[in-house]
């Protein structure tokens, strides 16, 4: 009866295969221009990787790397940044990822939904489906790493206003992400008008201050050439290969450009990368290096140590740094909406339990809030911050789940060249391999931090894989032990119409499955001895598309006697509103009036088996899921006083 019935891979549930195409996103047409589009796409989805600039090339000679600041490594590292952003994010996110969309949708979860399509059946489907589940769960990890590095390298900006204000910065740093977190109720509808002209003005200035630095020192436009990059590691070796930790920050939001494609689209969301976001941040990064390489020595230490604030003269620092600071925020809010995001589509593939989710707008479905969400990144944000103390510190802990995703779908890519785009493997392995060395090199670099603050990604998203996997596994015994014992509906019919009394109304029997009797039905009938006029057993689907138009959502099969089989379809990216659907319907013997109408729930409890599907911590931890999984009555908006909940035990 539950959204969470049908995996990516059963795609047997799915009623035939949807076509899929390079389209775009659902809805964000609408007569809306592809420049208003890519203007509103600045202020939701490049916050996260506009904001890099403020601790990424700080992080590469402060960092773990402990590079010397002299020309050649200036230049080296100005033009790893440079050809990585090019690489990872402009080539293989922008250009070639974005292609791989699911009727406008993009991410890990939404890739393997169409990867699930058409290579579900085969020996290598079910790794596939690991894969994804694996790059969301590090997202999680990922999710509350960004909000508390982004505000702290912020308001650490006040330290280069005046050094008496570093004891200020982590309680105001725990204020504004209080103040975030708790402003998510409310939605963002009113002050996301903002996030557009902020973006943009914070766009503008950090290319205006790296601007100004390399006319001063156009020596550093040398960095376009990678041969410095080359040098860097012929050089250095070691400490290049550990100067990859760092030089990923730059390209931190690169899987979220993609996961936020259906938002606003693949043009629109090209044009304001191509034309507007990548110059702005290598101006920056290349006005950072100018301004480093072109001090002595000792005054380039100092420098180092907070060069992005340091761009700007005395008298203009402090209005960077409010700036910079609202520009975090902005950032902060797209990774929570997107934590949001992605849980409902989790929810809806079937890796997650029902959560109470609450709807911030009433004219924009994809603005959704999650309580359970939200608080738990809250709690995590305010340990991160009070146990790492500042952003430099947290950059250990930052990247691994970046770039472990990152390499993930880089994988999903090569399955996706060969399993859909049909390439053949010989043109598809060199581009793989590339990207494989690439996006490989970055985790490597990435695994030193492990001691010093990367694990705790790495035991987050371990955590949120086990929960999504065990989730999974146990619907689907759940599913088989209730299959094995389902009684056939039309059997079920024959017999029934003539041993119980039949009474007005309609009576809506809620079904995970599209055949059988479901439990509510057998139980309302052994101890209520009644049958409404009108039976229907209602299942819902969620098919492996992220959106189902109205004129194929709904089936119906007239069993007789009063009996109907109905099933609703949704995608994984819409809302499950079953009293809206119905009135869709409108085809099982009449319209449904609510007001004559009950909604009859089961309820599983779960039983200890002598032959456990899973290992009995894994049982137990799903039985605690589904104790506290937020009730379908809410989750279908069915009408609070119509529905009926109906007790189950099963054995898994």
């Known amino acids: 009866m539950s959204t969470d019935n049908t995996a990516p891979v059963d795609t047997a549930a799915v009623d035939g295969a949807r076509r899929e195409g390079p389209g775009q996103a659902h809805g964000h047409g609408h007569g809306a221009s592809k420049t208003a589009l890519a203007v509103g796409a600045i202020g939701i989805v490049f916050g996260d990787i506009g904001t890099s600039p403020l601790y990424a090339f700080r992080e590469t000679f ?14 080296g590292v100005v033009s790893l940044i440079f050809w990585s952003m090019l690489i990872v994010v402009a080539i293989q996110y922008v250009t070639i990822l974005m292609r791989a969309d699911n009727k406008g949708q993009g991410g890990s979860l939404a890739l393997v939904a169409l990867l699930s399509r058409h290579i579900g059946k085969s020996r290598w489907g079910w790794l596939v489906v690991l894969l994804g589940v694996f790059a969301t769960s590090l997202f999680y990890g990922d999710s509350m790493i960004t909000p508390a590095i982004s505000v702290l390298s912020a308001v650490e900006g006040l330290t280069v206003v005046d050094h008496r204000l570093d004891p200020l910065v982590i309680p105001i740093a725990l204020v504004l992400l209080v103040c975030l977190f708790l402003l998510q109720s409310r939605g963002t509808a009113k002050v996301g008008a903002l996030f557009a002209p902020v973006m943009i003005v914070y766009f503008v200035t ?38 990859l930790g760092a030089v990923v920050l730059a390209v931190t939001g690169s899987e979220a450009l993609y996961s936020d494609m259906g938002h606003f689209g693949r043009g629109p969301m090209r044009l304001s ?62 990774v929570i909406s997107g934590a949001f995001s992605i849980t409902h589509q989790a929810m809806q593939l079937g890796f997650m339990p029902r959560m109470s989710i609450r ?90 931090k492990i001691p010093d603050g990367g694990w705790f990604p790495l035991v987050v998203g371990l955590v949120a894989f086990t929960l999504l996997t065990t989730w999974s596994r146990g619907r689907k015994l759940m599913r088989e032990r209730m299959s094995e014992t389902a009684l056939p509906i039309e059997i079920f019919a024959k017999s029934a119409k003539n041993s119980a009394t039949r009474v007005p109304g309609t009576a809506i029997f809620m079904a995970s499955q599209t055949a059988g009797v479901p439990s509510a039905l057998l139980h309302n009938i052994k101890h209520n001895k009644v049958l409404h006029e009108r039976v229907v057993i209602l299942t819902v689907l969620i098919d492996d598309t992220p959106y189902v138009d109205a004129s194929e959502r709904c089936e119906m099969v007239d069993l007789g006697d009063g009996f109907y089989r109905a099933v609703l379809h949704y995608g994984f990216m819409q809302e499950t509103d079953v009293p809206q659907g119905l009135k869709e319907m409108g085809r099982c013997g009449g319209e449904f009036d609510m007001m004559h109408t009950s909604f009859f729930l089961s309820r599983q409890t779960l039983l200890p088996s002598e032959k456990p599907g899973m290992p009995i911590w894994r049982e137990k931890i799903f039985a605690w899921m589904l104790r506290n999984a937020a009730t379908a009555m809410d989750f279908f908006r069915l009408p609070t006083n119509r529905v009926v909940e109906l007790g189950s035990q099963v054995e898994i």
């Open 359 to 448: 709807h911030t707008s009433e004219t924009e479905a994809g603005q959704i809030y999650i309580p359970v969400i939200n608080w738990a990144l809250m709690v995590a944000v305010i340990i991160l911050v009070l146990t790492f103390q500042n952003s430099s510190n947290l950059a250990s802990a930052y990247g691994i789940a970046v770039t472990g995703a990152v390499t993930i779908d880089t994988l999903l890519m090569g399955v996706l060249f060969v399993g859909v785009w049909k390439w053949k493997w010989w043109y598809a392995l060199p581009v793989v391999t590339f990207f494989l060395i690439v996006d490989g090199a970055y985790f490597a670099a990435n695994l030193v």
């Open 206 to 243: 950090i290319a205006g201050l790296g601007l100004n630095q390399i006319w001063q020192n156009p020596d550093i436009l040398w960095a376009l050439n990678p041969y410095y990059a080359f040098m860097f590691f012929v050089t250095d070796g070691v400490v290049a290969f550990l100067a």
């Open 62 to 75: 402060t960092g773990a790397a402990n590079i010397a600041i002299d020309r050649m490594h200036v230049l």
């Open 273 to 334: 990368w191509f034309g507007f976001v990548m110059p702005c941040l290598l101006l920056n990064y290349f006005g950072q290096g100018a301004m480093i390489a072109g001090l002595p020595p000792e005054q380039a230490a100092i420098a180092a140590a907070n060069p992005f604030f340091l761009l700007a003269s005395e008298e203009y620092r402090l209005p960077l740094v409010i700036l910079a600071t609202m520009a975090t925020f902005i950032a902060s809010q797209a």
